[in-house]
């Protein structure tokens, strides 16, 4: 029998391994579901001191399709647990966009299941225009996101 403050000090050690090891299983799957038809920003999640950075996928065909490019986009779990999406498109032409213009986003799980979908729009895009999408937690049932697919839509 192991006396309990042993216990509780062995568990005090291994509790930050098996954080590592969770990071490292999302970044494993995540390299695993990496979609070869599109093209990605980050390569796999990533841990800094407040947020875990998760893939953005694009949807380089939408973007032709389109005619709106996707010039910079960043997703990331913050302390809270919220998914945070930020991101910049622009007229791939370089004219202005007088029609209707949609971003879509798609949360993934490491099962490579569909856990959320979010969008908005614009009724003009002009040349250039910023996005950003905030997830709670509480609406991704119950699954750690790890990829992230953007792309614009008419």
């Known amino acids: 029998m192991i006396p309990e403050d042993v216990k509780q000090m062995i568990d005090a050690e291994i509790a930050p391994l098996k954080r590592k090891l969770h990071e490292l299983q999302i970044a494993i799957d995540t390299l695993r579901s990496t979609s070869t038809s599109g093209t990605k920003f980050q390569a796999s999640p990533k841990k800094t001191e407040n947020k ?70 614009w009724s003009e895009l002009g040349l250039r225009q910023s996005f950003e999408f905030e997830i709670e937690p509480e609406t991704l049932a119950g699954s750690t996101p790890t990829k992230v697919k953007v792309y614009p839509a008419k």
């Open 52 to 121: 875990i950075k998760i893939p953005i996928i694009r949807d380089e065909n939408m973007e032709l399709f389109t005619g709106v490019k996707i010039e910079a986009c960043t997703a990331f779990i913050d302390r809270k647990g919220t998914l945070n999406i930020i991101g910049e498109i622009a007229s791939a032409n370089a004219q202005p966009i007088s029609d209707y213009v949609e971003i879509q986003v798609l949360v993934f799980d490491s099962d490579g299941d569909l856990v959320n979908r979010q969008f908005t729009n």
